[in-house]
Each structure stands twice: as structure tokens, then as C-alpha cells.
């Protein structure tokens, strides 16, 4: 009877053990319900590792200049294709822009700037030196000029009034490169 009752004893605590996980190693089995191991929490680390390298890699620098609003690129182009001619301030100093798509000449007695043009928001002129570091240290001014373009008029005689800062320039138009 002692036999009997350490026989069942002994099979309920090695039942207990194999349903707990415990004693596999011991008799060289195992038992593939209980060995899997739980991977959700090391899949969510990974997940959450391997998203935070592509927001990292996925945002250069350059999303941040082309998400900026430029305004209506309908109104924008009308604008550009407005300006196309030579609008001039006296014999000195005068833009000219086109007839080559969204290039431009700036000539003053004091420099002359090749480069291109684009128009943002409708009444925002910005004219870029091709070379901006050489005309900067050529000139000592900025190879980006940026204009507020306070009116076009669109009957003869033809004008461009721009203002930078508070000076306001009156340009007449002198030669047409449009329709």
C-alpha cells in the first residue's frame, strides 16, 4: 500500500511538473505547446525599432523645402509667363527674363546676375545667381534675390512695380518675349 500511494505521489508530481513546463529536460522530451516562446513583445520592440529607422530615413532634408506652400502653380506660371521680356529702370539697370523657360539676367552698374526665376504665392518673385557662392563673393550681396511683386499692369505702357523691404522699383517694360 505504501508502494501504491508513493507510485501515485510520484506520477502526480511528474504530471504536475510536464503540465507546469517543468521536468523536459530530465526525460529528453519536449513538449512544442509549451516551448514556443511568446514573441509578440520582441516583434513590437522590433516593429517599433524598425519604423523609428524608416521615419528616420524616409525624411530627408529636401521634404521639408518641397511640403512648403508656393501658392496656385496655375496662378504661379501665369505670373512667370507675364514677366517674359526686358523690363528696365534706365539704361542701367533692368531684368530680364526668358525667352529660355524660368531663366533671367539682373544687370545694375554694380553687377550682373544670370540664374533662374520662379514666382511662389502669385506676388512672391525669387531670382537664384547660377552661381550663388561666386556672385555673393564677387558682389558681397546675396545670390538669392527675393521680391514682392506689388504690381504688373496689363495695358501699355506696360510696368512691373517690385518692392524689397520698403524700397519700392518701377521697371517699364522695353522688349517682349511672349505671344
Same mark, same amino acid.
Given at each position: 500500500?505504501?508502494?501504491?500511494?508513493?507510485?501515485?505521489?510520484?506520477?502526480?508530481?511528474?504530471?504536475?511538473?510536464?503540465?507546469?513546463?517543468?521536468?523536459?529536460?530530465?526525460?529528453?522530451? @519536449?513538449?512544442?505547446?509549451? @516551448?514556443?516562446?511568446?514573441?509578440?513583445?520582441?516583434?513590437?520592440?522590433?516593429?517599433?525599432?524598425?519604423?523609428?529607422?524608416?521615419?528616420?530615413?524616409?525624411?530627408?532634408?529636401?521634404?521639408?523645402?518641397?511640403?512648403?506652400?508656393?501658392?496656385?502653380?496655375?496662378?504661379?506660371?501665369?505670373?512667370?509667363?507675364?514677366?517674359?521680356?526686358?523690363?528696365?529702370?534706365?539704361?542701367?539697370?533692368?531684368?530680364?527674363?526668358?525667352?529660355?523657360?524660368?531663366?533671367?539676367? !539682373?544687370?545694375?552698374?554694380?553687377?550682373?546676375?544670370?540664374?533662374?526665376?520662379?514666382?511662389?504665392?502669385?506676388?512672391?518673385?525669387?531670382?537664384?545667381?547660377?552661381?550663388?557662392?561666386?556672385?555673393?563673393?564677387?558682389?558681397?550681396?546675396?545670390?538669392?534675390?527675393? !521680391?514682392?511683386?506689388?504690381?504688373? @499692369?496689363?495695358?501699355?505702357?506696360?510696368?512691373?512695380?517690385?518692392?524689397?523691404?520698403?524700397?519700392?522699383?518701377?521697371?517699364?517694360?522695353?522688349?517682349?518675349?511672349?505671344?
Amino acid at each position: 500500500m505504501k508502494s501504491i500511494a508513493q507510485l501515485l505521489l510520484i506520477t502526480l508530481i511528474a504530471f504536475s511538473l510536464q503540465s507546469c513546463g517543468g521536468g523536459e529536460k530530465g526525460n529528453n522530451t @519536449t513538449d512544442t505547446t509549451n @516551448t514556443t516562446p511568446d514573441t509578440s513583445a520582441t516583434t513590437n520592440t522590433t516593429e517599433k525599432t524598425d519604423n523609428s529607422k524608416e521615419n528616420k530615413d524616409s525624411t530627408p532634408t529636401e521634404d521639408k523645402t518641397t511640403q512648403k506652400d508656393t501658392g496656385d502653380a496655375e496662378k504661379n506660371g501665369i505670373m512667370e509667363r507675364t514677366l517674359t521680356g526686358v523690363w528696365s529702370q534706365g539704361d542701367m539697370t533692368s531684368f530680364t527674363f526668358g525667352p529660355e523657360a524660368n531663366r533671367c539676367a !539682373y544687370t545694375d552698374p554694380a553687377a550682373d546676375l544670370k540664374g533662374t526665376y520662379r514666382v511662389e504665392n502669385g506676388n512672391t518673385l525669387i531670382v537664384e545667381a547660377d552661381n550663388k557662392k561666386e556672385y555673393e563673393k564677387n558682389t558681397g550681396r546675396k545670390g538669392t534675390m527675393i !521680391y514682392k511683386i506689388v504690381q504688373v @499692369t496689363e495695358q501699355p505702357p506696360y510696368q512691373l512695380i517690385l518692392q524689397e523691404g520698403e524700397v519700392k522699383m518701377t521697371f517699364k517694360l522695353t522688349k517682349s518675349f511672349g505671344d
